[in-house]
């Protein structure tokens, strides 16, 4: 009986059997993938990656019709469209990790361990941004008016500027300066190990020494963050029901995983998606003003008005001649 109250003990307005029941889901998720389909380093070949992101994609439309027949329509609809949206906003995340591991030279076949570890560290850091942003909106309903204005300014940012730079940035990130200088760090890979044991050479003495490999983990990492940041506070706008915000972001970016080495060598060809992402960063904030001051946008049209920019997005980059396309990343 103590075990039964403990699963309905409510969890930022959940029992607690729902929150466990969706991290058993990523579990197996992560034991299947790493344990089954992954157990050996090798390299995925994009029909691979693409059979994988199918999946994914099915296993997380099957969560959004249990929460939907669960929770309700609308919250079905918010999970569909924060699932969307991330999904979404992660493709520039996949331009940045081809970046990475093109910097420290990692082979496809061990990019797959980064991209796995990855996401573990993922699962923890979004969960307290999240479990944070929503302890604030419960406190200081206000700072959803900050997320809004935050995500119509990044919006604007992104509709008139690109960075033309990454790959140049690189070399002078401050947090790879770090590592390199508070770590021993190989010149070169060492299989798929993060860390060796090696001479000093100095003392001789064999001591632990960084691999590449993890610099590209920490890095991974870093840039998820950085990502979040307009990604977490994207979703609530759209739901402040923290079950809603987190399982749509972990779901998108467990599939963004697989779709990486489907995408990686093609996302710079959807050129205009860009501009597509940024007008739906501009709706979702300017949604929370709507709300304020004409009333709450039904889910359906929010869901609609998301599909129907990145649709258009993806047709517009698709049709227009490659040597015509504004190649700003280059």
């Known amino acids: 009986m103590e075990l039964l109250d403990f699963l309905f003990i409510p969890v930022m307005g959940k029992p607690a059997w729902a929150w466990l029941a ?11 993938d790493l344990g089954v389909l992954n157990r050996k380093s090798h390299d995925i070949s994009i029909a691979q990656s693409l059979r994988l992101s199918v999946f994914y994609i099915a296993v997380a439309l099957a969560y959004g019709g249990w929460v939907w027949w669960y929770l309700g329509e609308t919250a079905g609809m918010d999970y569909l469209t ?18 990475v591991f093109s910097y420290f030279a990692i082979p496809r076949a061990y990019q797959h361990r980064v991209l796995f570890w990855g996401i ?11 479990g944070l942003g929503a302890a604030l909106i419960s ?33 002078d990130n401050k947090l790879i300066g770090f590592l390199r200088r508070h770590l021993r ?26 691999t590449p490999l993890f610099l590209a983990l920490v890095v991974v990492e870093a840039t998820d963050v950085l990502f979040a940041v307009d990604s977490v506070p994207a979703v609530f706008a759209i739901t402040t029901d923290p079950f809603i915000v987190y399982t749509s972001n972990i779901f998108a970016i467990l599939g963004l995983r697989a779709l990486y080495f489907a995408l990686a060598a093609m996302v710079h060809r959807f050129v205009y998606l860009h501009y597509a992402l940024a007008a739906v960063l501009i709706f979702i904030g300017s949604k929370i003003f709507y709300a304020e001051f004409i009333g709450k946008m039904p889910a359906s049209v929010s869901l609609g008005v ?10 517009v980059s ?3 001649p490659a040597d015509k396309t504004p190649d700003s990343r280059s």
């Not at 299989?191 to 090696?198: A, C, D, N, T």
Request: aromatic fraction near 10%; charged fraction near 20%.
């Open 22 to 32: 969706f991290i058993a889901v990523v579990l197996v998720l992560l034991v299947l």
């Open 82 to 99: 924060g699932y969307v949206v991330e999904k979404s906003l992660s493709l520039d995340n996949i331009f940045v990790i081809s970046l």
């Open 120 to 130: 573990l560290g993922v699962i923890v850091l979004r969960g307290i941004m999240i």
């Open 139 to 171: 406190e200081f309903h206000w700072i959803l008016y900050l997320f809004g204005a935050f995500l119509i300014l990044t919006g604007v940012k992104m509709m008139v500027s690109r960075n033309e730079d990454d790959a140049a940035s690189l070399a």
């Open 185 to 210: 760090v190989t010149e070169e890979l060492d299989g798929e190990r993060f860390w060796v044991r090696r001479p000093h050479p100095e003392t001789g003495k064999r001591v632990v020494w960084a």
């Open 306 to 315: 998301t599909f129907a920019l990145l649709a258009l997005g993806v047709i």
């Open 318 to 320: 698709l049709l227009r």
